[in-house]
């Protein structure tokens, strides 16, 4: 069965600061990952997947994420953190059927200090 | 705004009785899915339709659970004899069959059963 964690259940790093939020994901076949982002009493919020191609990926709000096979990994990042970014950070994976529902992690808290 | 609406936003009832919710995913979208989650986690999927067939349910969908995509636009989520354990964010997200797979995200309803 396909399944994403996220080992972390939050995330502290100071603005400007480079961030990192990880994800490791366990499928059979290629995996189709994904990053959403949830402000407090919203929904999810796209911000990139990785189907195929270029292991980096660049999504919204200058988020990008790096596809590692061999690591099985599909961490999350930013090169300069706002305080802004301060919200719960989800990684999912697309399920192998034929409905393409996602199956997400538990969540990860990140927490952008001024 | 042309994206996914979710409405009520929140809702508050008591034990026993019955809520529906409804979902209007945006307008060229022939997917529609339901998940459901609770403090903590992530969202969990409940149920998907493909245009007006409800072609998947979990087994977190108990009997007292019921959805419907008339038309095949506009969605509802019932429940009936509603339970505190039935407490959580619904959310409901839809997407374009070919599109990449990217799910789009209602705001979600919060249901309090007290």
């Known amino acids: 069965a396909q399944s994403v964690a996220q080992p972390e259940d939050q995330v502290n790093v100071a603005e400007g600061n480079p961030l990192t939020v990880k994800c490791t994901y366990s499928?059979?076949?290629?995996?189709?990952l994904f990053w959403y982002v949830q402000y407090p009493n919203r929904g999810l919020q796209f911000l990139l997947k990785?189907?195929?191609?270029?292991?980096l990926v660049k999504g919204s709000y200058g988020f990008e994420a790096e596809f590692n096979k061999s690591q099985t990994s599909f961490h999350l990042k930013k090169p300069s953190a706002l305080v802004s970014d301060s919200a719960l950070y989800f990684c999912?994976?697309?399920?192998?059927?034929?409905?393409?529902?996602?199956?997400f992690g538990t969540g990860t808290r990140l927490q952008v200090f001024p | 705004d042309t994206g996914v609406s979710q409405d009520p936003r929140h809702k508050i009832t008591k034990r026993g009785q019955n809520v529906t919710f409804r979902c209007d995913p945006i307008?060229?979208?022939?997917?529609l899915y339901w998940y459901r989650q609770t403090l903590g986690q992530g969202p969990e999927f409940l149920t998907y339709?493909?245009?007006?067939?409800?072609?998947?349910k979990s087994r977190l969908l108990s009997d007292r659970f019921s959805a419907e995509r008339p038309k095949g636009s506009f969605s509802t989520l019932e429940i009936q004899r509603t339970e505190q354990g039935d407490s959580a964010m619904y959310l409901c997200?839809?997407?374009?069959?070919?599109?990449?797979?990217?799910?789009?995200f209602g705001p979600g309803t919060r249901l309090t059963v007290t």
């Open positions: 997200a839809s997407s374009l069959v070919g599109n990449s797979y990217e799910q789009y």
């Open positions: 499928v059979s076949g290629n995996p189709y």
């Open positions: 990785y189907i195929t191609g270029d292991n």
């Open positions: 999912a994976v697309r399920d192998m059927g034929n409905t393409d529902k996602l199956i």
């Open positions: 307008s060229e979208h022939n997917r």
């Open positions: 339709f493909q245009n007006e067939a409800q072609l998947e």
